[in-house]
């Protein structure tokens, strides 16, 4: 079953890859899903806002809170804006990127990378 | 007096802000974050040993058809320039080390292949949003390109930017 979902995810991964050009953001996946963070799509808003996802994510970091408050308003609000959140993701030290990225490992997602 | 003190706090202050720079997302004309990494025998090769050569860090994954496609002309270059000081670093972003062993055997490429499971340096470090995403780095370890998508190696202009990071102290 954890591989269907995997082999979903990665599925999905490429039908957004053709979709997609570098410039998107992070690609998070979950239970064979997958979203670019600051996504419009409504698809995202329910996995990652609706369900409270995300603010777990962010609460389980050390970030700066002005930064989680950033990540959520810019995913989760009708300020939702990729080119906002891939601001606040360059903004971020490595070890502040690394927090990022395990949180959400923590909580069930996947950090996946696209081809151009 | 006064003036002088001023001039610390300027001075203080702009230094802080350089260390602030080099801790960000890191682009062109900042230094090249630092990294420990193994290679596929397992051999830890650190960048900072490196330091000297004009390198070309190339993030990819055997499930990155843009990245494999790249990869010959990347190679031709690397073979044409290594005796100059050049270094092609290949970090492969893929969570086991055999697709990539056979990839790189099959493909005969001769550069140097790191392994980057947890993506720390590639995410972490870099900044790196989408495969491949490559960074030319020059004798002092300074970032002079960023070159995110895939790229033909083996055009003219490409070699003769390296040529002249080569000649440069």
Redesign the interface.
Known sequence: MKRMNRLGAWGLAAVVAALSACSSTVLVSKDGKGYFLGSGSNAAYRMLCESGDLKKVLADTRLPEETREGLYKYNCSSERSGDRVKQIYAALTAAERKDLRLAFTRNGYDINYLPC | MRHTLLIAIVLLLSSWAGAAQI???PEVGSYA?PFVLKDLEGKTVSLESLKGKVILLNFW?T?????KTEMPSMNALYEALKDKGFLVLAVS?DTSVKPVKSFISGKKLRFPVLLDKD??V????Y??????TSFLIDRNGIIVEKV???KEWGAPDVKDKILRLLSAK
Do not use: M, N, Q
Request: hydrophobic fraction near 40%; charged fraction near 15%.
């Open positions: 801790e960000t997302a974050p994954a499930y990155c058809v843009p990245c972003i993506k720390e590639f995410f972490d470090s900044a790196a949003l989408g495969l491949p995110v998508g895939p």
